[in-house]
C-alpha cells in the first residue's frame, strides 16, 4: 500500500506560481508511474501532468503545457508540479496519484491510477 500527501497549495495571484509537492509512504513509489489532476467546484477531475517511474517520459495537459512542470525524486519519495504563469480558471484542488502498473497506456485516464492523495486547494485570484 503507498499513500499519497499532497502539500503546497494555496492562494496566489493570476501570474504568480506555486510548487506542489507529493510525498508517498509505505511502499517505496519510486517503480510507479505518478499522475497530477485537479478538479475544480463543480466540474470533473481532469489530467494535468503524468511523468513516468524513471522521469524520462511527461506529458501535460494542453490546458497547462508550457506553464506546468512535473518532476520527481525516487530518493526521497516525492514528485513534484511547479506552477507557473497561474490563471485563475487553474484554481482547483490538486491530486496526486500513483499506478502501480510498471508501464501504463493512458496517463490521462483517472482509472490507470491505484493510489491517490487526499488533495490540496489551488486558488488564483484574478
Known amino acids: 500500500q503507498v499513500q499519497l500527501v499532497e502539500s503546497g497549495g494555496g492562494l496566489v495571484q493570476a501570474g504568480g506560481s506555486l510548487r506542489l509537492s507529493c510525498a508517498a509512504s509505505g511502499r517505496t513509489f519510486s517503480p510507479y508511474p505518478m499522475g497530477w489532476f485537479r478538479q475544480a467546484q463543480g466540474k470533473e477531475r481532469e489530467f494535468v501532468a503524468f511523468?513516468?517511474?524513471?522521469?524520462?517520459?511527461?506529458y501535460y495537459a494542453d490546458s497547462v503545457k508550457g506553464r506546468f512542470t512535473v518532476s520527481r525524486d525516487n530518493a526521497k519519495n516525492t514528485a513534484s508540479l511547479q506552477m507557473n504563469s497561474l490563471k485563475p480558471e487553474d484554481t482547483a484542488v490538486y491530486y496526486c496519484?500513483?499506478?502501480?502498473?510498471?508501464?501504463?497506456?493512458?496517463?490521462?485516464?483517472?482509472?490507470?491510477?491505484?493510489?491517490w492523495g487526499l488533495g490540496t486547494q489551488v486558488t488564483v485570484s484574478s
Open positions: 496519484a500513483a499506478s502501480k502498473t510498471a508501464t501504463i497506456n493512458l496517463p490521462a485516464a483517472i482509472s490507470e491510477y491505484d493510489y
Open positions: 511523468i513516468s517511474r524513471t522521469g524520462f517520459s511527461k
